[in-house]
């Protein structure tokens, strides 16, 4: 199967972020949101980010300028009738997305691969909620997307050899590294990741050390390019704790009880770098 046309769903950080490199790889690409005002600022930051690359002579202006052209932007899920591959990248909340599924599932010509950017949630679960689980699969993109070299793919139980063999070849045709991973809660990054940043945000709320202490600890001496609390706030903290109850709920492990202090922000609204304060404060919302 030759994939030609991918449509992305969620035009937040991460789904901007995957329209961005699809399109920059040479895919037809529709951006879709129902929030209209989410699409207008998805659209504006593959703009911006594209602007960024040029600036750094890592692009041309002529590879700018066509895969800003190979982007249109829509609110309905119909655009998947018209696409090759469909990429999920809604909030981490499993209703929702199977929610999605069922109405892709529906819609999406018959040989549509459907693919979800779940950084936690089981892809046999997701793949229940349509016809075609053969056809779902786990496509876990690093925040920035345009950055970051790794994507884990996450096969469901019923997920096919031919998709796997599919999804892997675009991966590397979008210059990522895919390593492939078994249906498990968190896969392999955030299974490992999310009690680390946990335990950093147990350590703030008791007092061993400041936010920055914290963060220059394991810069410094675990050679780390971010901090955990800094690396939160990136991803967002709404984004950790809702990673954090699915492992705790899956798993049943004590040590992915998300910190009383996590949720504490999170209900405070203060949810990083989007929001303009985390665990650090930023000058303006991301």
């Given at each position: 199967?030759?994939?030609?046309?991918?449509?992305?769903?969620?035009?937040?950080?991460?789904?901007?972020?995957?329209?961005?490199?699809?399109?920059?790889?040479?895919?037809?690409?529709?951006?879709?949101?129902?929030?209209?005002g989410?699409?207008?600022?998805?659209?504006?930051?593959?703009?911006?980010?594209?602007?960024?690359?040029?600036?750094?002579?890592?692009?041309?202006?002529e590879?700018?300028?066509?895969?800003?052209?190979?982007?249109?932007?829509?609110?309905?899920l119909?655009?998947?009738?018209q696409?090759?591959?469909?990429?999920?990248?809604?909030?981490?909340?499993?209703?929702?997305?199977?929610?999605?599924?069922?109405?892709l599932?529906?819609?999406?010509?018959?040989?549509?691969?459907l693919?979800s950017?779940?950084?936690?949630?089981?892809?046999?679960?997701?793949?229940?909620?349509?016809?075609?689980?053969?056809?779902v699969?786990?496509?876990?993109f690093?925040?920035?997307?345009?950055?970051?070299?790794?994507?884990?793919?996450?096969?469901?139980?019923?997920?096919s050899?031919?998709?796997?063999?599919?999804?892997?070849?675009?991966?590397?045709?979008?210059?990522?590294?895919?390593?492939?991973?078994?249906?498990?809660?968190?896969?392999?990054?955030?299974?490992?990741?999310?009690?680390?940043?946990?335990?950093?945000?147990?350590?703030?709320?008791?007092?061993?050390?400041?936010?920055?202490?914290?963060?220059?600890?394991?810069?410094?001496?675990?050679?780390?390019?971010?901090g955990?609390l800094?690396?939160?706030?990136?991803?967002?903290?709404?984004?950790?704790?809702?990673?954090?109850?699915?492992?705790?709920?899956?798993?049943?492990?004590?040590?992915?009880?998300?910190?009383?202090?996590?949720?504490?922000?999170?209900?405070?609204?203060?949810?990083?770098?989007?929001?303009?304060?985390?665990?650090?404060?930023?000058a303006?919302?991301?």
């Amino acid at each position: 199967m030759k994939i030609e046309r991918v449509a992305v769903i969620g035009a937040g950080t991460m789904g901007n972020g995957i329209a961005h490199v699809c399109a920059l790889g040479g895919f037809g690409v529709s951006l879709v949101d129902a929030d209209a005002g989410a699409l207008e600022r998805g659209l504006a930051m593959i703009d911006r980010n594209l602007g960024r690359q040029l600036a750094k002579g890592r692009i041309s202006a002529e590879e700018r300028g066509r895969a800003l052209a190979r982007i249109d932007g829509g609110r309905s899920l119909d655009a998947a009738a018209q696409a090759d591959l469909v990429i999920e990248a809604v909030p981490e909340r499993v209703e929702l997305k199977r929610e999605i599924f069922a109405e892709l599932d529906e819609v999406a010509p018959p040989g549509t691969i459907l693919a979800s950017n779940t950084s936690s949630i089981s892809i046999t679960a997701i793949a229940a909620a349509t016809g075609r689980p053969e056809q779902v699969i786990g496509m876990h993109f690093m925040n920035p997307v345009p950055v970051m070299e790794l994507v884990e793919i996450i096969r469901g139980l019923r997920t096919s050899d031919a998709t796997t063999a599919v999804v892997m070849e675009l991966a590397r045709a979008l210059g990522k590294t895919p390593v492939e991973a078994r249906d498990f809660p968190g896969f392999v990054s955030n299974r490992i990741l999310m009690p680390m940043i946990n335990e950093a945000v147990f350590a703030l709320m008791e007092g061993v050390a400041s936010a920055e202490g914290i963060d220059t600890v394991m810069k410094l001496g675990m050679h780390h390019p971010m901090g955990p609390l800094a690396l939160a706030d990136l991803i967002g903290l709404d984004t950790c704790l809702n990673i954090l109850e699915v492992l705790h709920r899956e798993l049943g492990a004590d040590r992915f009880r998300p910190c009383p202090l996590l949720r504490q922000y999170v209900a405070a609204g203060w949810l990083g770098r989007k929001s303009g304060r985390g665990f650090h404060s930023y000058a303006s919302p991301a």
